[in-house]
């Protein structure tokens, strides 16, 4: 059995932070825990609550995000809750009980429209995924994601790709979304609210391509940096709205020339073209002067 890797996440909540797992924690479901007391079917939450300074606990299939007191700041003690966890979970015991009987998440699923006229967005209040899974056909769902599985048994569906809270499904042109919309959100909720396991296994490709977009930040140029931090700031939330992601691939010092990956609603989108030439090439462009030609699109 592989050794669970934790690592941590910010989020846009300065007293919170996600620490996300490279496997599956519990077999779908959210839980919140405010204190000790309702934590006492959750062995791990419990023994986080013994920290002074943990105010709430969240956990989910992917990864556990703790909400702090304003008594420590992160910097100084996430490394050492992140050991913890990862120690915790390496000696075997157990994150949670799953029973019946404790409080979880109240669920929501919206279909929204997208810029693309083949792809539909369905948004969740209840979390997903901590990496991005993209499922061309049923093969490829098959060894990944149960969710996407039980989806392509619609005849209309041709890929899915799932985010940390949407999915966005594309359509054969057999169908007009007015026609099938209600019953994927219908089928997405229930299987949500079931607690069905999402993503059972991230995909070898997906380990492979996460572990050399990790290598690559890890080692990237000033521009480079630059050009990541735009993305994620300004870019991401916005294609994100729509349904879609956009994830850096590289950057050519002597072109300076940029090359992008696009996923979900703005992969084969008609107007993705112009949306990158108009938006984030122009973006780019203005925000680091003189150090970029071309944005280029690879779509996932």
Not at 28 to 36: D, M, T, V
Not at 60 to 83: H, M
Not at 200 to 218: D, G, H, S
Not at 250 to 262: G, H, I, M, N, W
Request: hydrophobic content about 40%; proline content about 4%; overall charge negative.
């Amino acid at each position: 059995m592989s050794k669970t890797v934790i690592s941590t996440q910010n989020t846009n909540n300065n007293s919170i932070i996600k620490f996300a797992s490279n496997s599956i924690l519990i077999n779908g479901g959210s839980y919140e825990f405010n204190n000790i007391d309702e934590a006492k079917d959750a062995p791990l939450a419990q023994q986080l609550f013994y920290l002074p300074f943990v105010k709430k606990v969240f956990i989910t299939a992917n990864f556990i995000a703790i909400q702090k007191y304003d008594i420590v700041e992160w910097k100084d003690v996430q490394e050492e809750v992140r050991t913890q966890i990862e120690a915790y979970i390496n000696d075997g015991n157990s994150v949670v009980k799953e029973t019946k009987n404790i409080k979880k998440q109240a669920i929501e699923v919206y279909a929204e429209v997208t810029p693309n006229p083949a792809v539909m967005k369905f948004g969740t209040t209840k979390s997903l995924t901590t990496t991005d899974v993209e499922c061309k056909n049923i093969d490829e769902a098959n060894a990944t994601s149960p969710l996407a599985q039980a989806l392509f048994h619609f005849p209309f569906v041709k890929e899915v790709f799932i985010s940390e809270n949407y999915l966005s499904i594309t359509k054969f042109d057999m169908v007009e979304w007015n026609e099938i919309y209600p019953e994927l959100r219908t089928f997405i909720l229930k299987y949500l609210q079931e607690d069905k396991t999402i993503i059972k296994q991230l995909p070898k490709a997906e380990e492979k391509k996460a572990a050399t977009e990790n290598a690559i930040l890890e080692n990237l140029d000033e521009t480079s940096t630059k050009i990541v931090s735009i993305l994620d700031e300004y870019i991401k939330p916005a294609v994100a709205s729509d349904g879609g992601n956009i994830a850096f691939r590289s950057y050519d010092a002597e072109s300076k020339v940029v090359s992008v990956v696009l996923q979900g609603a703005c992969s084969g989108c008609p107007s993705s073209t112009i949306t990158l030439k108009n938006g984030i090439e122009t973006m780019l462009k203005d925000m680091l002067p003189n150090k970029i030609n071309e944005v280029i699109a690879i779509n996932g």
